[in-house]
C-alpha cells in the first residue's frame, strides 16, 4: 500500500490538472469516493484543477455535483477513474485522452487498465481507499467536513450501512475517524433512504410480486409494461434491488429491469458467492453484490437458473 500511494501522490503533485471518473450507473460510493478524493485534493493542492465528471444520477443529486470539462481540458491531464472494475464500465469516454491514467478500486482485479492500477479488494468501499489514502499522508488534519461526508456515504452505501459482511474492524475504524467531522449524519442518512413517494407504488408491487422457491433464490422481473404502468424509469426501478432483502430465507436474488436494449440484472446475495456467475455472463462485481446485462429474458432465466443451482 505504501508503495502505490506514494507512485499515486507523486503523479498527482507532478500533474497541474486531475479529472476523476468513476463508473457509469454510479452509486453512492462511486460518488463517495470520486468527490471525497476531490475534495481532498483541492484542499491539499489549492493551486490545481481538480475536476470530477461523469452523468448525474438524480437519485443522488444531495451528495454533489460535477463539472463541464472540454477536450482541451484533457491534454497533459492526469486521470484518476475510482471505484471501476473495468474500462467499459467508466463513466465519460474521454478518461484515455489524458497523459496519465490511475485506477483506485476495491472490486476484485479483472481489468487493469490504467497506467498505475491500485486495487484493494479486502477494502469495504473505494471511499475506504480514499480515506487510506489520506490517512497515509497524515492529512486528517487538512480535510473538512465536506470530504468527511463524501467518504462517510459512500462506505455507508457499499456496506449497507454497516449490515454486509464487507464490513470489517477497520471499516469501523475509518467511520468513527470520519464522524468525528461536524457533519450531520443522521441527515445524511435519511437523505440516502429517501424515495420519492410516486415511486412508493413500484414498490409494493415488486413485494407482491417476487418469484421465491424453497432453496432460497429469489427472482424479480420488471418488464417494460410494468415500468409504463408505474411512470418509473429503469433507473428507478434498479434503487429497489433491496426491496426484498429482509424475506426470511432468502440467500440469493437476482433484480432484472427491462432498459430497452438491455435486461439489467443487479443480483445479490446473503455470504453465497455469486460474481463467478455474473462473470459467466459477461458482468461481474463483488462476491455478495453484481450486476450483468443480458440481450433479452432467455438469457435472464438462464443466468436465474445458473444463480439458482449455486444453492
Known amino acids: 500500500m505504501t508503495i502505490e500511494f506514494n507512485q499515486i501522490m507523486k503523479q498527482i503533485e507532478e500533474t497541474e490538472t486531475v479529472i476523476i471518473h468513476r463508473h457509469v450507473r454510479p452509486d453512492p460510493d462511486a460518488y463517495g469516493s470520486q468527490l471525497g478524493l476531490k475534495s481532498y485534493l483541492k484542499l491539499k493542492f489549492p493551486e490545481k484543477n481538480i475536476y470530477a465528471v461523469g452523468e448525474a444520477e438524480h437519485s443522488l443529486d444531495f451528495i454533489g455535483t460535477f463539472d463541464t470539462l472540454s477536450e482541451a481540458d484533457y491534454e497533459d491531464a492526469l486521470v484518476i477513474v475510482c471505484d471501476t472494475a473495468n474500462a467499459p464500465r467508466i463513466s465519460d469516454t474521454r478518461y484515455n485522452q489524458g497523459s496519465y491514467l490511475i485506477k483506485i478500486d476495491h472490486h476484485p482485479a479483472v ?101 421465491l422457491n424453497d432453496k432460497g433464490f429469489c427472482k424479480v422481473i420488471i418488464t417494460k409494461d410494468v415500468l409504463e404502468q408505474f411512470e418509473i424509469a429503469p433507473n428507478e426501478a434498479s434503487l429497489f434491488v433491496n426491496a426484498i432483502a429482509d424475506i426470511k430465507g432468502l440467500k440469493i436474488w437476482v433484480f432484472g429491469v ?28 463483488h462476491p455478495n453484490a453484481s450486476g450483468v446485462s443480458v440481450a433479452n429474458w432467455d438469457q435472464f432465466n438462464e443466468l436465474a437458473e445458473a444463480l439458482n443451482n449455486k444453492l
Open 111 to 211: 481489468d487493469q487498465y490504467g497506467d498505475l492500477n491500485y486495487v484493494n479488494d479486502q477494502a469495504s468501499s473505494t471511499s475506504e481507499i480514499i480515506f487510506d489514502l489520506i490517512s497515509h499522508f497524515n492529512d486528517l488534519s487538512i480535510i473538512d467536513a465536506e470530504t468527511a461526508r463524501l467518504l462517510y456515504l459512500g462506505i455507508v452505501g457499499d456496506t449497507g450501512r454497516f449490515l454486509f459482511n464487507n464490513t470489517t474492524s477497520h471499516t469501523m475504524e475509518v467511520a468513527s475517524e470520519l464522524l468525528k467531522f461536524p457533519f450531520n449524519h443522521n441527515q445524511e442518512l435519511n437523505k440516502l433512504g429517501e424515495k420519492d413517494p410516486e415511486l412508493l407504488p413500484f414498490q409494493g408491487y415488486v413485494l407482491q410480486n417476487f418469484d
Open 258 to 285: 427491462d432498459e430497452g436494449s438491455e435486461i439489467r440484472c443487479r443480483i445479490r446475495s446473503k455470504g453465497i458467492v455469486i460474481n463467478d456467475i455474473a462473470s459467466d455472463f459477461g458482468g461481474g462485481g
